[in-house]
């Protein structure tokens, strides 16, 4: 850069690129902003991508409070309406209806460019239809706990070259999967795919009833080559998940020389012993492994069924916190299709 002798004018409304975005409980949706041209300051109404706010707090790398950033200052900025995508242009607007104005624009856009009626397949369905000649296009749906893996995934989908197959980004976000999510789903024939993320309550009922395909992954590779093989017709799922029951965290206690327990309340299901269990916050998978111990009031119990309150304890993970989601669930080998 100083050999290059780049400038940028910093008497201008701020432009720039969002580098991460998620979604943080107690604060919202948060961006991490790289301005770019001018300087941006606490109280401007901005657009970026299809989303828009207005500037309530900014902080630097070190997280401290700012009031305006110039040209090359990575910003980490609060008060947007919604979670954008990494890689959406950032720009400063004169007012908050011409933000909302100009985000609306831009999803309208996308979403012509998007929604072009494609037909309902499954992962599994694919390779009937491309054995009839037929030539394949798996529409997705996305959900991630941050912007970044949205990024990569599209990227990393666009690079996929299977001949007489297609597959599209129909929608993606931050955020866990949600009844919407489902509805949209289940409208234009997609499957939905979530990256540490799982579906609520209502998101898994619809799903059920509407037999949209929910495929959930912590790692990228492992969704891309399952979306390969299908594409080639040679997807042979070896493992299937069954939920087994969820519960509520109403409480936590720090006891010494122990850890935190946690006093829950099992709204779905049943709880065992022998489940794997993961902690969700805000729907997005924070943890996953075994109980430590599960207990009704001061006895050991194996199991606790719907309704029922009961303390536990995770296994090596002490962060838990009030209105925390334990998820139960059970794996087991299947036959391949």
Same mark, same amino acid.
């Given at each position: 850069? $100083?050999?290059? $002798?780049?400038?940028?004018?910093?008497?201008?409304? #701020?432009?720039?690129?969002? %580098?991460?975005?998620?979604?943080?409980?107690?604060?919202?949706?948060?961006?991490?902003?790289?301005? &770019?041209?001018?300087?941006?300051?606490?109280? @401007?109404?901005?657009?970026? /991508?299809?989303?828009?706010?207005? +500037?309530?707090?900014?902080?630097?790398?070190?997280?401290?409070?700012?009031?305006?950033?110039?040209?090359?200052?990575?910003?980490?900025?609060?008060?947007?309406?919604?979670?954008?995508?990494?890689?959406?242009?950032?720009?400063?607007?004169?007012?908050?209806?011409? #933000?909302?104005?100009?985000?609306?624009?831009?999803?309208?856009?996308?979403?012509?460019?998007?929604?072009?009626?494609?037909?309902?397949?499954?992962?599994?369905?694919?390779? #009937?239809?491309?054995?009839?000649?037929?030539?394949?296009?798996?529409?997705?749906?996305?959900?991630?706990?941050?912007?970044?893996?949205?990024?990569?995934?599209?990227?990393?989908? #666009?690079?996929?070259?299977?001949?007489?197959?297609?597959?599209?980004?129909?929608?993606?976000?931050?955020?866990?999967?949600?009844?919407?999510?489902?509805?949209?789903?289940?409208?234009?024939?997609?499957? =939905?795919?979530?990256?540490?993320?799982?579906?609520?309550?209502?998101?898994?009922?619809?799903?059920?009833?509407?037999?949209?395909?929910?495929?959930? *992954?912590?790692?990228?590779?492992?969704?891309?080559?399952?979306?390969?093989?299908?594409?080639?017709?040679?997807?042979?799922?070896?493992?299937?998940?069954?939920? &087994?029951?969820?519960?509520? =965290?109403?409480?936590?206690?720090?006891?010494?020389? +122990?850890?935190?327990?946690?006093?829950?309340?099992?709204?779905?299901?049943? =709880?065992?012993?022998?489940?794997?269990?993961?902690?969700?916050?805000?729907?997005? =998978?924070?943890? @996953?492994?075994?109980?430590?111990? %599960?207990?009704?009031?001061? @006895?050991?119990?194996?199991?606790?069924?719907?309704?029922?309150?009961?303390?536990?304890?995770?296994? /090596?993970?002490?962060?838990?916190?009030?209105?925390?989601?334990?998820?139960? *669930?059970?794996?087991?080998?299947?036959?391949?299709?």
């Amino acid at each position: 850069a $100083e050999l290059g $002798e780049y400038t940028a004018n910093p008497d201008r409304h #701020a432009d720039g690129s969002v %580098l991460e975005a998620r979604l943080e409980k107690g604060r919202g949706p948060v961006a991490t902003v790289l301005v &770019q041209e001018g300087t941006l300051k606490k109280g @401007d109404s901005i657009a970026l /991508g299809t989303v828009w706010g207005r +500037v309530r707090a900014m902080s630097d790398f070190n997280g401290n409070p700012i009031k305006e950033a110039g040209p090359s200052t990575p910003v980490e900025v609060i008060g947007l309406q919604d979670v954008p995508t990494a890689g959406d242009n950032v720009v400063v607007v004169k007012d908050d209806k011409a #933000a909302r104005a100009l985000a609306d624009h831009r999803a309208d856009l996308a979403k012509a460019a998007n929604m072009d009626g494609p037909a309902k397949v499954t992962l599994e369905d694919l390779l #009937a239809r491309a054995e009839e000649g037929e030539k394949v296009t798996l529409n997705l749906i996305v959900k991630a706990d941050v912007g970044g893996t949205l990024e990569a995934m599209k990227s990393s989908v #666009a690079k996929i070259d299977v001949p007489g197959t297609e597959v599209k980004l129909l929608h993606n976000a931050v955020g866990a999967i949600s009844e919407s999510d489902i509805t949209l789903a289940h409208t234009y024939g997609t499957v =939905v795919i979530g990256f540490n993320v799982r579906p609520d309550a209502k998101a898994r009922r619809a799903a059920d009833s509407s037999g949209v395909e929910i495929r959930t *992954y912590s790692v990228i590779y492992e969704a891309l080559e399952e979306i390969e093989l299908a594409l080639k017709g040679l997807l042979s799922p070896t493992i299937k998940e069954t939920l &087994q029951g969820t519960a509520e =965290v109403r409480e936590t206690f720090n006891i010494p020389k +122990v850890g935190t327990a946690a006093g829950c309340r099992v709204m779905e299901g049943t =709880v065992s012993r022998p489940h794997n269990v993961r902690l969700l916050r805000d729907g997005i =998978v924070v943890w @996953d492994g075994k109980l430590a111990s %599960l207990r009704r009031f001061k @006895d050991d119990v194996k199991s606790v069924e719907k309704g029922y309150e009961c303390g536990m304890r995770l296994e /090596g993970f002490n962060d838990l916190k009030s209105g925390d989601v334990i998820e139960a *669930y059970t794996q087991e080998e299947v036959s391949p299709i």
